[in-house]
């Protein structure tokens, strides 16, 4: 049965708000999220994979470790925070109010963002490791105009544009190994290469493409005219590769190079693109009263057609970090590109800043902060409990607000793991 090309964009972007699919690998990560996101030069052992795969080569105070859960979500946008939703949510809005809300929206649209991972199991023994992770991702754009439409009706003589609506969605679940192997280096005390190769498969997709249109108030009445384009799946497969460098500069310094998820998703089962349009000549108040289908109104368009399958980039990430750790402390900064626009990916750069410090052996506590990227500024805090056998750890990021209050967006990551 053929489906409404605009009421998936609607639901694909109400999904972009309110659910946790993952961005990329490496969410589930308590410590690395607690400390800002500042993990490429830091993360060990079982930790590394996601992260910088050349860190399984450097020393750690276990030879096994065994991850029993592990899992992380956060959902938020970049205008209106928790704060606001108190405010207006239930009450009456005066002409200021709605100019207040349409004035925290950006020129270029509300952008949705979600992330999460869920890591069902893992282990790392020296310097290899198995992970079985699923992970997934969902981007959403609304323009502004349709949002000004919404709050103060149309204008006469004025046109509203829904050019550059956005919506990309994809559910993977993983397989992957990784491996270093550390190099003799005279000019530095340590240095390792290392690589992790993923199996991929897919468990759904989504996309809106070329999506444009307008709403004109001219004095014979509403002209409407909008077109967009879609993909979606049900199923494919694919395969990924992590790169990684990594270095103990000295005793106390260590940098790392990363570039993950190198690969793209083949999308084949039930893989379906759509297209559709509507138009509207002159339409009045009246032809809504007397109509009986309201396809004679729109004069909708709606097309779909099954293909054999369609290729899927992956949010490809390049990551370069350094850390100087000196007995119970380690401070770590990072730089995040990322190279496509994959979904849940952004080509914005990202800078980031974390620390742990260990008041007791078995009791870490970590902050950090972050700028740019897709969450743009972020805080974040985090603990553990537990020391070598078994350890629990627990972040919070809170999104361009430092009290949560303020925030535009929350993320939570927790993570169980073993060590021998």
Do not use: C
């Not at 946790?20 to 410590?31: K, M, T, V």
């Not at 992956?314 to 990551?319: D, F, N």
């Not at 974040?380 to 972040?395: I, N, P, S």
Request: net charge positive; charged share 20%; glycine share 12%.
């Amino acid at each position: 049965m053929k489906q409404n090309l605009l009421r998936l964009l609607a639901v694909a972007l109400l999904l972009g708000s309110w659910t946790h699919n993952a961005a990329a690998l490496g969410e589930s990560s308590a410590r690395a999220l607690g400390m800002g996101g500042t993990f490429t030069a830091v993360a060990r052992n079982l930790s590394a994979v996601g992260w910088n795969p050349a860190n399984l080569a450097f020393p750690t105070d276990v030879k096994l470790r065994i991850a029993i859960f592990s899992g992380g979500g956060g959902v938020g946008n970049d205008a209106f925070a928790v704060k606001d939703y108190n405010r207006w949510n239930g009450a009456h809005w005066n002409d200021a109010d709605k100019t207040e809300i349409l004035s925290r929206v950006p020129a270029e649209g509300l952008t949705l963002n979600t992330a999460a991972e869920a890591r069902a199991f893992g282990l790392s023994y020296g310097n290899f490791a198995f992970r079985a992770v699923s992970f997934g991702s969902v981007r959403g754009r609304l323009p502004k105009d349709p949002v000004d439409l919404i709050l103060f009706g149309n204008e006469a003589s004025r046109t509203y544009r829904i050019d550059d609506a956005e919506a990309k969605g994809q559910a993977i679940w993983s397989l992957s190994v990784s491996g270093a192997h550390q190099i003799r280096w005279n000019r530095v005390k340590r240095f390792s290469i290392g690589a992790t190769a993923r199996l991929l498969r897919g468990i759904g997709y989504f996309e809106a493409k070329n999506v444009s249109g307008q709403l004109v108030t001219s004095d014979a009445g509403l002209i409407l005219e909008g077109s967009a384009e879609a993909r979606r799946a049900e199923g494919g497969s694919g395969f990924s590769l992590d790169l990684g460098l990594a270095a103990g500069v000295s005793d106390l310094w260590s940098v790392g190079v990363s570039v993950v998820q190198i690969g793209k998703m083949s999308w084949s089962k039930d893989a379906r693109e759509l297209s559709g349009s509507i138009r509207t000549d002159s339409l009045k108040v009246e032809d809504l009263v007397e109509v009986e289908e309201f396809n004679d109104l729109f004069n909708p368009t709606d097309n779909e057609r099954v293909v054999d399958s369609f290729s899927a980039v992956l949010p490809t990430t390049l990551r370069v970090g350094a850390a100087r750790t000196s007995g119970r402390s380690v401070l770590a900064f990072d730089w995040e590109q990322g190279l496509n626009n994959g979904p849940g990916a952004t080509t914005k750069a990202r800078l980031s800043m974390g620390g742990e410090y260990k008041l007791t052996p078995w009791l870490p506590l970590r902050a950090g902060v972050s700028l740019g990227g897709r969450i743009r500024r972020a805080y974040t805090v985090g603990f553990g409990l537990g020391e070598k056998r078994v350890a629990f750890d627990l972040a919070l990021r809170v999104r361009k607000g430092i009290v949560l209050n303020g925030a535009v967006g929350l993320g939570v990551s927790t993570e169980l793991r073993l060590g021998f």
